[in-house]
């Protein structure tokens, strides 16, 4: 029999009932440490106070008002991302997938205005995700994603990774727009080098497309600038955000220049609950702590410790290990053994981790993590690591 709940997911049997800023809470009292974060999502750890007392403070007043009348927690954290970004506008979602939607449909809006309908291509990645819509799997095109799934959102080719010199000539008349995560998430904690970036960024301007930045994963202080793409100096014409935006509340954006937005007008697009009041209030709670320099000041320090412990982590193993990688503290700890096997043998270690593809296994702690926290993690991974060689 189906159970009640469609099982899609493979679930670890752990139940957590509470969770304290990297610690989650297992039902039978159990204290694990969490550098997984809900994947990239408690950005500030779970229950921090401030999102707290911004979620139950808005939820004593209104928790819903339709896009119809003015949300001025919307306007307020638009103005704050606009404020402390690239960005001229900003439409807000309830996830990272429908940010993929609408950054799709802008594009293709965009050219459609300007007198240049043929122009609906959008031009990925492999190892990329961009979420599991209709739009998503076409644009993340591998085949576990879309298989059975037919006929696709057409409109959308793929190159490998990196393949510079393939994108040079794949863009063309028919290009709306270039669709890439700056460091991939589930495709294995890739980075983008930030030159390669910056040429992407060139190319796009000398052949006529757009630029569209997923860091629905790799955004929100994670990298330890606000937006990854700001290491390589580079601005895109539209992004997508979700994951730490909200902390914990599910909440996502488009941001996008002036220009890049100008096809959506009136009617264009819409969402009944994207940019509720209770979203945007935890969401501007979020963003005075990460979009500040001294915050991500300390991300980057943070993320030096932990860089290097894991250094030492990855030379004491080296039959489980084989390289560190990532920008900040999105880390991926690149395997000898089976992803899920150090997953679970953290599990035994009291420590939360989250395997990715490429044979990695992440490590997206909440960007308030402490030294000590770092230090006790890392001699959690090290139990996991030599339980799994003693096996
Ligand atoms: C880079 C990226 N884009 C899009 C998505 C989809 O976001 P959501 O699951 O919020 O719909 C994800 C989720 O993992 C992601 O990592």
Partial sequence: MIPSVLPTYSRAPLHFVKG????????????FLDLGSGIAVNALGHAHPALVKALTDQAQNLWHVSNLYEIPQQQAL????????F?????????????????????????????????TDIIAFSGSFHGRSSAGIAAA???????????????????????????????????????????????GIRPLPDDELKALRALCDDKGCLLILD?????????????????????????????????????????????????????????????????????????????DPEFLAEVNRKAGFLRQKLEG?????????????????????????????????????????????DNVVRLLPALTISDDEIAEAVTRLDLAAASLEAA
């Fill in 20 to 31: 304290e800023g990297s610690w989650l809470v297992e039902e039978d009292g159990r204290r």
């Fill in 78 to 85: 638009a103005d704050k991302l606009v404020a402390s970004s």
């Fill in 87 to 119: 960005a001229d506008t900003v439409f807000f979602t309830n996830s990272g997938t429908e940010a993929c939607e609408l950054a799709v449909k802008m594009a293709r809006k965009y050219w459609y205005e300007k007198g240049q309908p043929e122009k």
């Fill in 141 to 187: 095109g591998s085949e576990k994603m879309v298989k059975g799934f037919g006929p696709l959102l057409p409109g959308f080719k793929h190159l490998e990774w990196r393949d510079m010199a393939g994108l040079e000539a794949a863009i063309d008349d028919n290009t709306a727009a270039v669709l890439i995560e700056p460091v991939q998430g589930e495709g």
């Fill in 215 to 291: 860091e629905v994963q790799c955004g929100m202080g994670r990298t330890g600038r606000l937006f990854a793409h700001e290491w390589a100096g580079i601005t895109p014409d539209i992004m997508m955000v979700a994951k730490g935006i909200g902390g914990g509340f599910p909440l996502g954006a488009v941001l996008a220049t002036e220009e890049a937005a100008s096809g959506m007008t009136v009617g264009t697009h819409g969402s009944t609950y994207g940019g509720n009041p209770l979203g945007c209030a935890v969401g501007c709670a979020v963003m005075d702590h990460v979009a």
């Fill in 313 to 357: 982590l990855v030379a004491a193993h080296p039959e489980v290990f084989e390289e560190v990688r990532g920008s900040g503290l999105m880390i991926g700890l690149k395997c000898k053994v089976a992803p899920a096997d150090l997953v679970k043998a953290g599990y035994n270690a009291l420590v939360i981790t989250v395997p990715a593809a």
